[in-house]
Structures are given as C-alpha cells and as structure tokens.
C-alpha cells in the first residue's frame, strides 16, 4: 500500500504565480478531501469528491481555487492567481466511505507565496 | 455550525505521567469521532470511535466516547519523549471537522 501521494512536497512562488498541487488516492478508496492547515486556523476542509464527483465546495476560500478529479486515480488542486495569505500546508487524504472508516493523509505539500 | 473544541491548547509533561486529553463536539448526525497523531508532518490514525462507552485501546493509548455528553477523551499512561506531537480530533456528521488539537510536549 503507497499510501496517499501528493506533489510537489514543496512549492515556493510569487504572488500572482499560479499553482497546481497534486494527489493521488490509495487505490480503492472512493473519497478525496483537501485540507489546508495553518497555525491560526488548524486543518480546514476546502474541498471533497465521492467517485470523482465534487460533493461539498464550501470550505473554498474564494474563486481563485479550483479542484478537480478527472478520474479515481488523481486530483489536482489549483490557485490561480496565487496570494501570500494562502501560504499554508495542503493535505489530501482520502478514504474508503465516510464516517465509518478512517481518512488516510498524504504527507502534504508546504506552500510558500511571496 | 457544526464544531470540534480540543483543550487544553498545549501541554507540557514529564516522561511516565499520565495525560488526558478532551475532545468535545457539536455536530449533525453524528457517526464516527476520530483522533489522529500529527509529528512534523501528515496526521496518522490512532482510534475511530462510534459507539459511547467502548473503550478503544492501542499500547498506552486508550480513548473513550460519550456520545451523551458528546466528548471524548484520549489517554496516554507513561508518556515517552516519542509521544510529543499534537493529537488532533475529528467528528464526522455530513463531513470530517477537526478541532485545532493539542500540543503534548513530554521532557525526558
């Protein structure tokens, strides 16, 4: 089991850079959550898929941010233009249902705007 | 709104004591509570607890749920230099919320 792989492990940017993270689910695993984690807010849901499908997009801070599934082996987190308030570090994780099963987290990507 | 509150905020212990951590919650349909251990990097599971009273228990870890009073508790006996970390919690109703953990530091 390779666990939940996300890319790039750390980026660093300018503001206005756009910035693509990505993540792989374990194989099986039909949910897929993005988390960001910072030191004054802990671990926010931004977003979450069930088989590919975007289910709950309320935690996205703002138009700047897409996600997207194209199929159950892969994710992709975008902002666009990027800001230096959304330095944090973005976690994926991913599970086999919900609530009755566990969320498995990749080791997260660090993001640093300037 | 759905909401998970963990104290304390940080702790700071000697290697052997023992250590309780609190997780209290409110949330819709509630199913399932969760903690996690987080070092410098991704959390990692320790325990999901659905039904109250059931003690779920792992070496020196042990948590229980009360679904009555809607907390939690996480115990660790014995505490070592390796259990510093902060202990996140979890609830899931229609989504995961995670509290903003606690910080356990333990002194050798």
């Given at each position: 089991?390779?666990?939940?792989?996300q890319s790039p492990r750390h980026e660093v940017t300018e503001m206005g850079q756009e910035v693509t993270l990505r993540c792989k689910p374990i194989s099986g695993h039909d949910y897929l959550f993005w988390y960001r984690q910072t030191m004054m807010r802990g671990l926010e849901?931004?977003?979450?898929?069930?088989?590919?499908?975007?289910i709950d997009d309320s935690g996205m801070p703002e138009d700047r941010f897409s996600a997207k599934m194209p199929n159950a082996s892969f994710s992709t987190l975008k902002i666009q233009p990027s800001e230096p308030r959304d330095s944090a570090v973005y976690f994926c994780a991913s599970s086999f249902g919900t609530g009755v099963s566990p969320l498995h987290f990749g080791n997260g990507t660090r993001l640093t705007v300037t | 709104?759905?909401?998970?509150?963990?104290?304390?905020?940080?702790l700071v212990v000697h290697e052997g004591d023992t250590v309780t951590l609190n997780c209290s919650y409110e949330v819709t349909n509630f199913r399932s509570l969760l903690w996690y251990k987080q070092?410098?990097?991704a959390p990692t599971f320790l325990f999901m607890l659905t039904s109250s009273g059931i003690e779920k228990k792992s070496g020196r870890l042990s948590s229980i749920l009360d679904k009555k009073e809607l907390f939690s508790i996480l115990n660790i006996?014995?505490?070592?230099?390796?259990?510093?970390?902060?202990?996140l919690c979890a609830v899931f109703g229609y989504k995961y919320i995670f509290g903003t953990g606690t910080r356990l530091k333990v002194l050798a």
């Open positions: 089991d390779a666990g939940v792989i849901l931004l977003i979450y898929f069930n088989n590919n499908v975007p | 709104e759905d909401k998970v509150v963990q104290s304390p905020l940080s070092e410098k990097k006996t014995a505490t070592q230099t390796g259990d510093s970390a902060v202990y």
